[in-house]
């Protein structure tokens, strides 16, 4: 760690969405019942997958990354904000915000590198169904999944010890619930211009490219979908991809509510987005997942009612 930042700024406070306790106890309830409720759905979906037999596919192991990728995510953050909301000391160590924003770099990038490995597969199946089993066999996936959490968890150390040579010696106040690159860019009183330079340049190659690859793998998928005669197929074919859509409309709109402008003062739109993308996103993702999912349901009826479920189909 730099010495001079720890020497100017041990720490700094975590002020959270509002200053009022009254607020604050709403506030607590609710990230509780959202954390709650993205744990149980995220965990449910692991295990689904990790115990029935017909969900052992490329489609599904991918969904089971995904899920363990929000289910870090939320982690990292929410049980944190919930001591702050309940707590007067607002406080988190300098060498505690840098930790956590290296987990938060990490799991956003690994997200945007899972999605764009699911489109992949969405392509491979709709529009190359006969290679399906050559072109995502088990030993191709996980190298793509390896090379996801590499990559991720390079760039989330690359950028963190970026943020090492900033120094902080002004306001310790951060509006955020979890500490933030571009909150603590805002916070710096030394020269952020190399370090900002720098983000948005490796930012828009780590996000940008996997989106591009989605953005491809749709417009093939469209065409072929395009091209199937029976409406009721069309209709199949397009309902496996319509949850990851949902998702990656969900994803890439919060975070470029909140990266895609420029360093500025504070706003309650930014806290507001910074929980849309960190909180909602995992939270909703099981749901939109398993809402129309037949092979989901049925893998989360055997694990939650057993020989039940089965009788009752």
């Not at 995220?42 to 295990?47: E, F, K, R």
């Not at 770099?105 to 199946?125: C, E, G, K, P, Q």
């Not at 989106?211 to 979908?225: D, E, K, N």
Request: proline content about 4%; hydrophobic content about 50%; overall charge positive.
């Amino acid at each position: 760690m730099h010495g001079g930042n720890q020497s100017e700024t041990s720490e700094f406070l975590l002020l959270g969405l509002s200053e009022s306790p009254k607020e604050q106890r709403i506030l607590f309830w609710m990230f509780l019942s959202m954390y709650l409720v993205t744990v149980g759905g995220n965990v449910l979906i692991i295990l689904a997958i990790s115990i029935d037999p017909h969900l052992h596919t490329p489609m599904y192991l991918l969904l089971a990354n995904l899920s363990l990728t929000d289910l870090f995510f939320v982690t990292n953050t929410i049980p944190n904000t919930l001591v702050n909301l309940q707590s007067q000391n607002k406080a988190i160590s300098y060498a505690g915000c840098l930790t956590q924003l290296y987990f938060l770099v990490s799991l956003v990038t690994l997200d945007n590198f899972i999605l764009a490995t699911m489109a992949y597969d969405r392509y491979v199946a709709i529009c190359r169904p006969l290679y399906y089993v050559t072109a995502m066999n088990p030993g191709l996936c996980i190298l793509l999944l390896t090379l996801c959490w590499g990559l991720s968890v390079l760039y989330g150390l690359f950028l963190t010890l970026f943020m090492t040579k900033v120094t902080f010696c002004g306001s310790r106040k951060i509006h955020y619930i979890f500490c933030e690159m571009y909150v603590l860019l805002r916070l710096a009183c030394s020269n952020t211009q190399i370090i900002h330079t720098v983000q948005i340049t490796t930012g828009c190659f780590i996000f940008f490219t996997p989106l591009g690859i989605m953005i491809m793998s749709y417009v093939w998928i469209v065409r072929a979908i395009f091209r199937i005669p029976s409406a009721s197929s069309k209709y199949k074919a397009f309902s496996t991809c319509a949850s990851h859509l949902a998702v990656v409309s969900l994803f890439y709109g919060t975070l470029g509510m909140v990266y895609l402008q420029p360093l500025q003062p504070y706003s309650m739109k930014d806290s507001v987005a910074t929980v849309m993308y960190a909180v909602v996103t995992p939270m909703m993702n099981p749901f939109i997942y398993s809402l129309r999912n037949k092979d989901m349901h049925g893998a989360l009826g055997r694990l939650l009612l057993g020989k039940a479920f089965q009788k009752l189909t």
